[in-house]
């Protein structure tokens, strides 16, 4: 759930004019289009779609919005969307009031 909210409110849905370059999108909708078939590793599978679509996103870009500088922050992102929940785990643990939150192991 995470990484769809997330995606959505920061890159949006991807149904919008606005949301494109050379007709090329870089929402939602795009990220779910450009996903591999691995339902054994959805989160990983979305997490590698939104970052080929960013990049394909700066690469369409117009130069002088310089877009380049922006997409390494981008991809560290995108790349919370595979890990597994763990930093809810460890936020859950930073945070007394959400002490009753599960917390999941996972390795490191």
Avoid: H, I
């Avoid at 759930?1 to 949301?19: I, Q």
């Avoid at 992102?77 to 917390?103: G, L």
Wanted: charge should be negative; aromatic fraction near 10%; proline fraction near 5%.
């Amino acid at each position: 759930m995470y990484a769809l909210v997330d995606y959505v409110n920061f890159k949006g849905e991807g149904t919008a004019p606005a949301e494109r370059y050379r007709g090329e999108g870089w929402g939602l909708l795009q990220v779910l289009d450009a996903m591999a078939d691995r339902p054994e590793a959805a989160l990983a599978a979305f997490a590698d779609a939104a970052a080929a679509v960013l990049a394909r996103r700066v690469a369409l870009a117009p130069a002088e919005r310089r877009e380049t500088r922006w997409l390494g922050g981008w991809l560290t992102r995108v790349a919370t969307y595979a890990e597994d929940r763990r930093f809810e785990a460890e936020a859950a643990a930073d945070n007394p009031a959400r002490q009753d939150a599960p917390v999941q192991k996972g390795s490191s």
